[in-house]
């Protein structure tokens, strides 16, 4: 673990290569899962408040869903979390014509009908961040869905770090993304002489 300010950080996320692979995973961390997203405290209100623009994007089983029980609710972790479809689809997901799973709410951002990307657990995915008492950990939730991604970015030579870069620098700053890329430049240089 390396620490900037108050946050610990795993070496995976320094160590590990990283480039989402879509044309083989077809977005199953958007389906496969215990629970939905975590949402940040004011991301609910931002869905609710963005969801006419998106609705048309969304299934109908998705539309029944938010009907019924919101955009999100809470898990059994106590966490306020993106309602699913069945057990399973995030309610924001919709299937392109290659049968890759995507968000509507980030669809709708790069189409400018919305200035919300989509919420920060996504975008950060797949780096989870865990809140304690007096840090935040950040780990890398390493599963088998990510395997092709962990080849790409082997293929490429890209750390998840810089993979990564924008939403990090959305959540913790430019000033902490610029140190994380520091340590991790000296992190390597210390390995490469050990060798």
Known sequence: ???IEDTLISLDIIEK?????LAQCKGACCVEGDSGAPLESNEY?????????????LSPE???VIEK???GYIDEDGEVVTSLVNGRDCVFTFYDEKGICKCAIE????EGRIDFYKPISCHLYPIRVAKHNTFRALNYNKWKICKPAEILGSKAGVPLYKFLKEPLIRKFGEAWYNELETVASEWEKQKESEL
Do not use: S, T
């Open 1 to 3: 673990m390396i620490q």
């Open 17 to 21: 290569a990283f480039i989402c692979d």
């Open 45 to 57: 209100q931002i869905i609710k408040k963005i969801l006419p623009e998106i609705w048309n994007d």
């Open 62 to 64: 998705a539309q029944a």
């Open 69 to 71: 029980q919101g955009v």
């Open 107 to 110: 669809k709708a951002y790069r």
